[in-house]
């Protein structure tokens, strides 16, 4: 069975500049969610999707930030315009419901570099 | 809300060691407690969860956790380290759909 996939795996970008994450879960997996992970931290959620629709975003730096998991299946994470305290790792995990309960598997994560 | 604390940002072990990794939480309701592993350059990987059913927990890896109420705490534990356990580990806590993970103890295993 395929894991979580994320690409790009890195991506370094000059500020102002917007970027792009992608991220297809593990097949029949329901919910989806969008971390950061900062340097030396644990993993911040910044956004969960049950299907299509965004359960949870109140973390989501809505002024530059924006996902989208179009059919509920594949999903896009973009910063718009990146700013240096961007730079972090940004890990896409999914999991079969949303309850909590059920372990949720991470992909390998996309690390952003913003200069 | 919930939330972790993990005592100890870096832990070192010789190998055949007992690895003993801390973990608090914090929590207004009833906690699913979590361990996750990264190894570098990877996602986390789940070792083991307690959801309210027996209070010592067995994982992957040899690894177990056991959940003490009175001391709010889920230490992670491994009898004799093996040098392929050198990485990060993750305590996370969850009240429903909101996991909230402490901020990691790096492990260290010396030959």
């Known amino acids: 069975e395929a894991g979580v996939v994320q690409s790009p795996r890195y991506k370094i970008i000059e500020k102002k500049q917007p970027v792009a994450f992608w991220c297809n879960p593990i097949s029949g997996h329901n919910t989806l969610y969008w971390y950061r992970q900062n340097l030396g931290q644990g993993p911040e959620l910044l956004i969960r999707y049950e299907n299509e629709e965004a359960v949870d975003d109140s973390q989501l730096p809505k002024d530059r930030f924006s996902a989208e998991r179009l059919k509920g299946v594949d999903s896009t994470l973009k910063i718009q315009p990146a700013e240096l305290g961007d730079s972090a790792v940004y890990l896409c995990?999914?999991?079969?419901?949303?309850?909590?309960?059920?372990?949720?598997?991470f992909g390998p994560g996309t690390r952003l570099t913003v200069l | 809300a919930q939330s972790v604390t993990q005592l100890g940002s870096h832990v070192s072990v010789s190998e055949g060691a007992l690895v003993l990794l801390r973990c608090n939480y914090s929590s207004s309701v009833p906690p699913y407690l979590f361990w996750y592993v990264q190894y570098p350059n990877q996602g986390l990987q789940l070792l083991l969860k307690?959801?309210?059913?027996?209070?010592l927990v067995k994982g992957i890896n040899g690894f177990e956790a056991e959940f003490k109420k009175s001391e709010t705490s889920f230490h992670l534990t491994k009898p004799s380290a093996h040098m392929s356990d050198a990485a990060e580990y993750f305590c996370a806590v969850s009240g429903g759909n909101d996991m909230r993970f402490g901020a990691g103890t790096r492990l260290t295993v010396k030959p």
């Open positions: 995990a999914s999991s079969l419901d949303g309850t909590g309960l059920d372990e949720q598997f």
């Open positions: 307690y959801t309210s059913a027996a209070t």
